[in-house]
């Protein structure tokens, strides 16, 4: 047995700190969703729709909806259950720790570290069209980066959110002026009025849009993370509904002027002929040397990101570790910093092996189509939690439940199935790597009730 100095105190372990503000639960909804998809996807989805200008907005709107719906389902969710993990406490309360378990190992072995290296690869691919890199080179950079974001991280999440803030509103910023001066210059307007709607809708163009669907949902995928940093949020249950409800509105808006403008430069059938939307545009409008521009607007929009990935994902990590799921140091907090600095480390670390991989990113597209089951999953708990707590005074209600939550739901349910018809082979790769957790769940809860005898 051990015994203190006469008069002290044991000192308490330290607990995560409680900073974050409207502001940046707002930043930080809005910089995990902008990385490299609003540069890239409207070409493509402008090319689903068959070119047609009204059915592409169309697209963003819809996918901006959803999203919103969705975000005022977790609104009320993160109110009622302000604590560090949030969708994986959510789905944990309500349907068990196993499919919890499985959201936790999925998103830390795949989705949000190779969401991570994604971005810093992508950040090393637009730095050589500033400098040249070498193959090496590149895959310094990329781990330089990931290191960058992984030391503020570590150092405080003050100083992580207000890295976010900045970098979120510097990347706004040149997005809209970007607009500004596309739709500014832009004659792809000029003589295309026969296609802004398309004649007739059958069924082939219905199916187009649900394509072009998944494409937008891509682009607006991340604004679920900012649920894991409940824990740390100053106000929870007054600042999330609004944060989850300003951050996606304004997502939508965002989104929405950007793909008008790169359609005003180019027109609808160019537009859906390029894969790199963004650099075209301004190639078009402002000459060759305009690409050095997108790269460094892309560049920052994927270190904001990576960096709001690295803020919120080992919060998930850390509540895991302290159900006994997961390695029991990161469920550790700092004394110094008060962050889950060994939970982040080894989020890190992985990371930067992913992004020196190479071969991981077909992987993370088979796989990142499961998060959505547990999107789902984390949006049908608002059912269960309701359920038991009949006649509650809940800090925030979701506007015409139950119908928002279960279109969310719905939605969600349909957007995997139709990924799984689409692409079976890689629906199947991506579910096994979830299920490949079943063993590892079945390991640490045995060590758990070893640990608690």
């Not at 980066?145 to 803030?165: A, K, P």
């Not at 469920?331 to 092996?353: D, K, M, N, Q, Y």
Request: hydrophobic share 55%; glycine share 10%; charged share 10%.
């Amino acid at each position: 047995m051990g015994f203190s100095p006469r008069g002290s105190v044991p000192s308490a372990p330290a607990t995560l700190a409680r900073t974050l503000g409207l502001r940046d639960l707002t930043m930080l909804v809005i910089g995990g969703v902008i990385g490299s998809g609003i540069y890239l996807v409207p070409g493509a989805i402008q090319r689903q729709v068959g070119g047609s200008v009204g059915l592409a907005m169309l697209v963003w709107v819809a996918g901006g909806l959803l999203s919103l719906v969705g975000a005022l389902t977790y609104g009320e969710l993160a109110a009622m259950k302000p604590e560090a993990g949030g969708l994986y406490v959510y789905i944990r309360d309500c349907f068990g720790r196993l499919p919890a378990f499985l959201y936790g190992w999925t998103l830390f072995l795949v989705i949000a570290t190779g969401g991570i290296a994604t971005l810093a690869v992508a950040f090393s691919a637009y730095l050589g069209n500033i400098v040249p890199l070498t193959p090496f080179d590149a895959k310094l950079a990329a781990i330089a980066m990931i290191g960058v974001i992984t030391l503020v991280n570590i150092y405080g999440t003050r100083e992580s959110s207000d890295l976010q803030n900045w970098t979120t509103y510097i990347k706004i910023a040149l997005i809209l002026g970007m607009s500004a001066v596309l739709l500014w210059f832009g004659r792809g307007f000029h003589g295309s009025g026969n296609i802004l709607w398309p004649e007739r809708i059958n069924a082939s163009l219905i199916s187009n849009f649900g394509l072009a669907m998944i494409a937008a949902l891509w682009s607006y995928e991340g604004w679920q993370f900012a649920s894991f940093s409940a824990g740390e949020a100053a106000h929870p249950q007054r600042d999330f509904p609004r944060a989850f409800f300003y951050g996606t509105l304004s997502l939508t808006v965002i989104y929405v002027i950007a793909a008008i403008s790169y359609v005003a430069a180019l027109g609808p059938i160019e537009a859906g002929r390029s894969d790199t939307i963004a650099a075209t545009a301004m190639a078009v409008i402002l000459g060759p040397t305009a690409a050095k521009f997108v790269a460094i607007l892309v560049m920052v929009s994927t270190f904001s990101a990576a960096n709001s990935i690295q803020l919120t994902a080992p919060r998930v990590y850390y509540a895991m570790a302290g159900d006994g799921l997961f390695f029991r140091k990161m469920a550790e907090v700092h004394p110094r910093f008060r962050t889950p600095a060994f939970a982040i480390l080894v989020a890190g670390i992985w990371s930067s092996v992913l992004a020196c991989l190479g071969n991981f990113q077909q992987l993370f597209t088979y796989v990142i189509f499961t998060g959505w089951i547990f999107y789902g999953l984390a949006g049908a708990s608002i059912f269960v939690y309701r359920r038991r707590m009949p006649g509650a005074a809940l800090p925030y209600r979701v506007p015409a439940y139950p119908w928002t939550p279960a279109i969310f739901v719905l939605a969600t349910a349909a957007l995997v199935v139709n990924a799984i018809f689409s692409r079976p082979t890689g629906a199947v790769a991506g579910l096994g790597v979830v299920l490949a957790g079943v063993p590892a769940y079945l390991i640490w809860r045995t060590r758990g009730s070893k640990t608690a005898s």
